[in-house]
């Protein structure tokens, strides 16, 4: 059982600000962190080789600092890491980012032939949840995204039940292996990472590929040129003009409020039980 | 590529069991406009088995076309099976913009359909708008954690897409006196080709129905302080018959589950009435929950984003003002000697 986990470095956006005159993101402003969902994708590879056995390897795109993520699922548990790095991979879009992978999938599956992967639902930089689709539809292995538990693993049929959450309630799904799953979340809780792993994260040094050591790559796919997609404009929506203020002492402000509140008389239910 | 072959605006039309999702419509109200304003037919497609009853309900709802792709296979909703039907339709017909609802479904198959037809696809997208003279799609979303817009543009690639979060456009007053062309596009699907099954679908609504159909929704932000003080914002709803939510800060401080998360990476809601407790109004908030009917902010800082979209701010210390709020709410209740309290949607 061969499992990649696709991860991303992205920026702490709990902490980031804005710069308000240019009105871009101040990276310095965040430390750079593994993208939440990827950490849950890493742990669910984690259970998922406790009961099967095999081998977990990471698979990153970004700059040279980028292998703290790696290092960081090596803490998880991950057993190997790859990180592709290239300038001709910058200002990629996620059909650019997914052709970037794609390619490095081709030739980690050659090293190893690949019978999972493993994404986050989303990476909170981009809110996208775009590349872990495109990446199967690329491979042509079928995608089940929003996965909320791998509910088993046979390896003699080569499938896989899955729960994916819809818009309300989940569906239970069986997909045939290889195939790529995103993970939401609430699909476990991160465990503390044993020291051993620390001790192995500490010295990792990740497999680090350039554009020059991936095969067969149409190089206008990648990067901003690959990308179909661009910002226009950013902008702050125009303020509307507000509200009324509700001014007073706090008790009179709560008095105000609770005038407006008891004119809401179409959900309002005003029962008297002693009539 | 010409992109003089691409014309018309279409919308995915998700049905799941029979039963059209509340966005495609909305999205068929925001893809009317820009259908007129570029002068073209809006078309909705529609995949699935036996779903031919649902084209005229595509039509009243503002289409002027509805491709349907009708096949047993496609009874329930899969990535692959679907695609197939998506891409059958494209190549073939050329829309020069496609929407879809920001459902997991939704998204889901935008984001497959967009790489095998090597195209742009801009995600959860709250605004839009064409520029007429270019005829491009302006597809803006909060970006970078939310407080900020971006406009997103796809030049020179055809169909123009974009997935558009729930409950952010307007749907049209259905018309049934409509009238449009159903044209109905055949397909070749074998069960025994899919590599995925739907082996059972749950519908669990417990807690998302929560927010939905609430009526009145209390909203705390971090401004609260810490989780002690987050309770009383319980207290409050308990006393009124409201359902608690919390900003994306609070659900990643811990203090609330992912479910309660009302924002752009959260759920959209539009209740009758919306306490803002202690919370500055982030962009990515504001997008779901603006269009609530009556909004009341309370909050410290008088220069907080937020008083900008409420109906009625109070600048003052939530922990001082919730406690007052609930206090009168229970002295009229024993004033009264019965009930008082928010209905809940039914």
């Known amino acids: 059982m061969h499992i990649v986990v696709c991860v991303k470095q992205v920026p702490d956006t709990k902490i980031i600000k804005i710069n308000p005159k240019t009105n871009t993101l101040d990276r310095r402003s965040a430390p750079a962190i593994l993208n939440p969902y990827d950490a849950h994708a890493v742990q669910e590879a984690v259970s998922i080789r406790e009961k099967t056995g095999g081998t977990i390897s990471v698979l990153s795109m970004g700059p040279p600092q980028a292998t703290a993520v790696i290092k960081k699922s090596i803490e998880i548990g991950a057993d190997r890491g790859y990180l592709i790095t290239d300038r001709a991979f910058a200002g990629a879009d996620t059909l650019a980012t997914s052709y970037a992978l794609f390619k490095a999938l081709e030739k980690i599956n050659k090293e190893i032939p690949v019978d999972l992967i493993i994404c986050g639902k989303h990476a909170i930089d981009g809110d996208t949840g775009q590349v872990g689709p495109g990446i199967a539809r690329r491979l042509d292995i079928p995608p089940v995204t929003n996965v909320i538990e791998v509910t088993e693993v046979n390896l003699e049929e080569k499938t896989v039940l899955i729960k994916r959450k819809l818009s309300s309630g989940y569906e239970l799904i069986q997909a045939e292996m290889p195939c790529l799953l995103t993970v939401e979340k609430e699909i476990n809780q991160i465990e503390y990472s044993p020291m051993p792993n620390m001790i192995k994260a500490a010295r990792y040094e990740p497999v680090i590929w350039a554009v020059s050591d991936l095969e067969n790559v149409d190089r206008v796919q990648l990067g901003l040129k690959g990308s179909p997609t661009i910002v226009g404009k950013m902008f702050t929506p125009p303020r509307p003009e507000g509200g009324k203020k509700i001014e007073g002492s706090p008790d009179e402000q709560v008095n105000q409020l609770m005038d407006i509140l008891l004119e809401q008389k179409d959900v309002l239910t005003l029962q008297s039980s002693k009539q | ?346």
């Open chain 2, 1 to 346: 590529m010409n992109f003089d072959d691409y014309r018309g605006v279409w919308v995915f039309i998700e049905q799941n069991g029979g039963k059209i999702e509340g966005v495609s419509l909305e999205l068929l109200g925001a893809g009317r406009k820009l259908a007129d304003k570029l002068q073209v037919p809006l078309a909705g497609f529609l995949l699935g088995s036996g779903i031919k009853p649902l084209a005229n309900q595509v039509i009243a709802y503002g289409a002027d076309e509805v491709y349907l792709v009708d096949h047993p296979v496609l009874k329930d909703y899969r990535t692959e099976s679907y695609m197939k039907g998506v891409m059958q339709l494209v190549p073939k017909y050329k829309p020069e913009i496609i929407l879809y609802g920001a459902t997991p479904n939704g998204k889901d198959l935008a984001s497959a359909v967009a790489t095998d037809l090597v195209t742009g696809l801009t995600a959860d997208t709250t605004m839009l708008d064409v520029d007429v003279d270019n005829r491009l799609l302006e597809a803006s979303r909060p970006a970078f954690g939310g407080n900020i817009m971006a406009t997103i543009l796809c030049k020179k690639h055809r169909p123009q897409m974009a997935t558009v979060r729930p409950k952010v456009m307007k749907a049209l007053s259905p018309d049934t006196g409509r009238t449009g062309k159903i044209i109905e596009e055949s397909i070749t699907l074998r069960e025994e080709d899919m590599r995925t099954k739907v082996l059972q679908i749950v519908n669990d609504v417990t807690k998302k129905a929560n927010l939905a159909d609430a009526h009145v929704i209390v909203c705390g932000g971090k401004g609260m302080g810490d989780v002690q003080n987050f309770q009383i914002l319980y207290e409050l709803a308990d006393t009124i018959g409201a359902t608690v939510g919390g900003t994306r800060d609070v659900v990643e401080a811990g203090w609330l589950p992912h479910e309660l998360q009302i924002g752009q990476t959260g759920e959209t809601v539009t209740p009758k009435i919306y306490f803002a407790i202690a919370l500055s109004g982030a962009i990515q908030h504001v997008v779901g929950m603006k269009n609530s009917d009556l909004i009341i902010a309370i909050n410290k800082d008088p220069n907080a984003p937020i008083f900008d979209v409420a109906t009625y701010g109070i600048v003052g210390d939530a922990l001082e003002i919730v406690p007052k709020l609930i206090q009168q709410f229970k002295q009229l209740r024993t004033e009264k000697g019965g009930e008082i309290s928010y209905a809940r949607k039914i």
